[in-house]
């Protein structure tokens, strides 16, 4: 074994391998992976083998896509097979909002270029003859989906690895990681030491152990996953001769099953209810190729729906259990990237499915590592995604909803009710009391909107508009015409202050910085002039700055601002970054009688000329000392109000009270983004992503290429130069019982113009075939299907697709925001563009004003 190494990956399993060989194929060859065992010890040697593109995130789905593209690829230059099988797969609904979750997914493969079709259960039984139809309404048909030798994958990845100057060494554990100064990493094994620059966590169902060694507690727990093995099949047998085809995948949500041919016999898995943890604490080192014990009671339940949906399964002998642990991290996606407050400390564990998402995970922390900036959006997948809140007991508990979830659907009002609440304000009961509907902001109870006095502070859970629209308007309208009252604690707080902290801000931001008791709002972008913060920011005194931006972002942005410190020398200790988090909390109060509350408040004058639109002031609100900013999201007159938690309920009393006057009403969190709408104001996550650039993102106003030489300015101004190829946009949507909810297709009537419309990011896929072996093509005859396939359909075109929207209730219309091409970002004319919801396509406008205050006149009274 080698002493030194550029980088040193740990963890044979499918995931390790994909990171060895793309590290290889970027260029490094002086790369070395250690494996306690064999390759495929951990997870990867058991699983079912699947894979699939589709994703609940489209960029996650993209990843995916290339994953299965790449197995052709590492077969040709590895010489070993891969064993593929593409056979295409469906996806069984059972009730119409199973279906309804079908048409939003076909809708998403829209934009992506993937090659979905809506199709009725008997012609999916055409494909598996093993189902009884009439438990289904409608299924959704995928070409790209099928399986592969989970053991042959991986060693197709570690072969072509060492084929491109990869090293890897089996049969030693690491048993120790220390770091010098200098950031070398000392990897200590049982055969010795390495001295790395880099190191990657690949450790699979050690991962967690091994981010011990280092200090980290990642979010991550092993699961045990049964499937079953039958014997085989006469009706597998018939199928297979009279069609010449395998048999496809089918995944069936109410049985929470999936299923597909497995030789002459099927396998069949399910994510059962009655989960269990596997080594919730700690997972020895010993365990190897060992299966556990299999406990067919448990996932009894699901198996009684699936032999009732499948019956001819039901007569099979079972050949064989197979139940094994996977590792999970809270939301089903996985941890990859640099872990923040560590040197080249990287991630990429908790790939639970792995062979779908392995060579995506591999290619984007590659590009990672090799060049600075992963090459895709994959903050679905980014290890800082999750904070503190995220322990040992909290991912446990949210693991095991999770995979109990796992072919569950999620609605987008639905909040998820395991390991809550984790964090609270001082308000908490008081919002309850005041019949909050509460919803989780990265690990803070927030309040989401308020029941009406005598009902049930509940969501109905749904697609269409729900039980919270009458509600959520109400509070938008008596906040627009008199004044409302919101807790703020979710935002993200930084304090950057130090000598150098003005001269480091403009560097890392495109705006320039304000003048004390001035504040600014300023996007933040990365060397290749793509968007990754946005953010408000006051000067608080000669050398302090407070920051304002998204909560989720906060292990996002701190890593980000921890990487451009003065690290060495007399300017080491001129910028000094604090992170509030949960120690600074706030409350805001918007509307045109907000002045008249605030002034009773304070001691001070804040009238229009002695407290101006985006003045920051540090001033007492109803005896409390606080922060105040004149800004709020809501695009109305209004104030930002920061205090420490002690003081919180203290002016939140003084507020209401004072309030009652004007008419006060408390809103939530679903309020103000209805009304960040009606201001066409974007949302970090949404609008505002590291695959947009700063013009694309119509951030123009904030973007001073002038002021200096900031991070990413050189790519802004050829972006600003050659003008973007897309641009955010905002629609009024058409709209019947249900609004947009995010990842929808923008057609538009263009006909054969080149407007730079989507592209397929995949290129190969499945043919769909009936029980005789003929090739079916286009009937999309399930009910309530779209009429056509694909991103054609005559004059139309798909040409961008939805980032966020709802309804905008004082304006009273249905809204979107979305990308679409540059040169159709500003033609508002009727019957140009359609969005599709819900498999239906709505007429939309786009609107280049907002429709409330377009003139901002009534944010500057």
Known sequence: MKSHAKAVVIGGGVVGCSVLYHLAKAGWTDILLIERSELTSGSSWHAAGGFHTLNGDPNVAKLQ????????????????????????????????????????????????????????????????????????????????????????????????????????????????????VDGTWNVVTEQGTVKAEHVVNCGGLWAREIGRMVGVELPVLAMEHMYLLTEPMPEVEEFNKSTGREMIGVLDFKGEIYTRQERNGILLGTYEKACKPWSPVNTRWDFGHELLQPDIDRIAPSLEIGFKHFPGIEKAGIKQIINGPFTFALDGNPLVGPVQGLTNFWCACAVMAGFSQGGGVGLALSNWMVHGDPGFDVWGMDVARFGEWATLRYTNAKVRENYSRRFSIRFPNEELPAARPAQTTPLYDTMLANNAVMGDSWGLETPLWFAPKGSEPKDIVSFHRSNDFGPIGEEVRATRERVGVTEIANF?????????????????????????????????????????????????????????????????????????????????????????????????????????????????????????????????????????????????????????????RLVYKAIKEAGEEFGLIDFGMRALLSMRLEKNFPTWFRELRPIYGPFEGSMDRFIKLEKNDFIGREAAAREQAAGPKLRRVSFIVDAADADVMGDEPIWAKIGGKDYGTVEKPHGYGAPRFDAGGKEVRGSNAAEGASAVRGIVDGDWRVVGWVTSGGYAHYVEKSMAQGYVPAALAENESAGLFEIEILGHRRPARINVEPPFDPSGEKMRT
């Open 492 to 648: 993200a707080k930084y304090e950057v202050s130090g000598p150098g902290a003005e001269d480091f801000l403009n560097r890392l931001m495109t705006n320039r910085m304000p003048k004390t008791g001035r504040i600014v709002l300023t996007p933040m972008l990365n060397e290749f002039g793509r968007l990754i913060g946005d953010f408000t920011i006051a000067k608080a005194g000669e050398e302090r700055f407070m920051i304002w931006g998204s909560s989720a972002a906060q292990k996002y942005h701190m890593r980000w601002f921890e990487k451009h410190l003065p690290k060495d020398g007399p300017r080491a200790a001129e910028v000094r970054i604090h992170r509030f988090d949960q120690t600074l909390v706030g409350l805001s109060i918007a509307g045109p009688k907000s002045r008249d509350l605030l002034q009773k408040l304070v001691d001070v004058d804040i009238s229009t000329k002695a407290f101006r639109f985006m003045d920051f002031r540090e001033m007492a609100v109803g005896g409390a000392p606080c922060m105040v900013n004149r800004i709020t999201y809501t695009g109305d007159l209004g104030y930002e109000i920061w205090m420490a938690p002690a003081y919180q």
């Open 65 to 180: 896509a290339y994953t299965v593209q790449l197995y052709k690829e590492i077969e040709e230059i590895s010489g070993q097979s891969c064993s593929l099988h593409l056979t295409g797969g469906v996806m069984m609904a059972d009730t119409p909002e199973r279906m309804d979750f079908l048409r939003l997914a076909h809708a998403k493969g829209r934009y992506l270029g993937m090659d979905t079709e809506l199709i009725t259960p008997s012609e999916a039984k055409a494909m598996f003859p093993l189902m009884d139809e009439t438990n289904f309404v409608g299924a959704m048909w995928d070409p790209v989906e099928g399986h592969l030798d989970p053991s042959g994958t991986t060693h197709a990845y570690a072969k072509a690895a060492r084929k491109l100057g990869a090293e890897i060494v089996l049969r030693n554990r690491v048993v120790e990681m220390t770091q010098e």
